[in-house]
């Protein structure tokens, strides 16, 4: 009999982590975007638009917080041409179209919320299937 999936409300529950109530905060602000599902998926929170992994928490080590932007867990035929516009210019990118938000040790959570919003809600957008 399969398992049902875990919800990432239980995961966070039992995730060890030194920046839990970090990542409860980013996670609380991607779900106020509309069409924003959640689930989780390569062992951490990732938010899905249609059903479509776009942005999935890294949570490794424990003492980060941070938010891979992407279209999917494969390397699209179009990677080498899709150009994306940062707006808020948070993003290290690794390709075209992967990249990361780190959110400092040192710089709380809040004061990045607002451009990481717009970027998501962006990002979302942009690649929507």
Do not use: Y
């Not at 400092?104 to 998501?120: C, E, I, K, S, Y």
């Amino acid at each position: 009999m399969a398992r049902a999936p875990q919800t990432v409300e239980a995961f966070l529950d039992g995730l060890v982590h030194a920046r839990l109530d970090d990542v409860r905060e980013v996670r609380a602000a991607l779900l106020t975007i509309d069409g924003v599902t959640e689930r989780v998926k390569w062992n951490a929170p990732s938010f899905c638009i249609d059903g479509d992994d776009r942005i999935t928490f890294r949570l490794q080590p424990g003492d980060r917080v941070e938010l891979v932007v992407h279209r999917g867990s494969r390397t699209r035929a179009d990677a080498a041409t899709f150009t994306f516009d940062d707006p808020s210019a948070l993003i290290t990118w690794s390709t075209a179209d992967r990249g990361v938000i780190a959110f400092p040790a040192d710089v709380p959570v809040a004061t990045l919320l607002p451009q990481v919003l717009t970027t998501a809600h962006a990002w979302l957008t942009a690649t929507r299937d």
